[in-house]
């Protein structure tokens, strides 16, 4: 499986900012991405999604606007910029780039990481 490793997460008031991290250990650029979080006693949900080889950004209705998915120019570390954060989206986030993405759903079997924890005071 391709090595990620999340980063970026830290403490932040309601309104402010923080760009997390997916470093892979080779190029995303064959792979599709996706941002994932999951808050104590929820389920995980899918935040912002890339398909190989398409430029093309989504993100789920509760971030649109607020988030956005890049990647690097040497295309081994996927963003997930996200402004004005909301104490509901205090939660740790994942990143997965060993599924697929149909352009609804993201589906993988593969291990999730430890995540990087987001916490969102207000």
């Known amino acids: 499986q391709v090595q990620v490793v999340e980063s970026g997460g830290g403490l932040v008031q309601s309104g402010g900012s923080l760009r997390l991290s997916c470093a892979a250990s080779?190029?995303?650029?064959?792979?599709?991405i996706g941002w994932f979080r999951q808050a104590p006693g929820k389920e995980r949900e899918g935040v912002a999604m890339?398909?190989?080889?398409?430029?093309?950004?989504h993100s789920a209705d509760f971030v649109k606007g607020r988030f956005t998915i890049s990647v690097s120019n040497d295309k081994k570390t996927a963003y997930l910029q996200m402004n004005n954060l909301k104490p509901e989206d205090t939660a740790v986030y994942y990143c997965?780039?060993?599924?697929?993405?149909?352009?609804?759903?993201?589906?993988?079997?593969?291990?999730w990481g430890q995540g990087t924890q987001v916490t969102v005071s207000s």
């Open positions: 080779v190029s995303l650029d064959g792979y599709d």
């Open positions: 890339m398909r190989r080889g398409d430029p093309a950004t």
């Open positions: 997965n780039v060993e599924g697929f993405y149909n352009g609804t759903y993201y589906s993988t079997d593969a291990l």
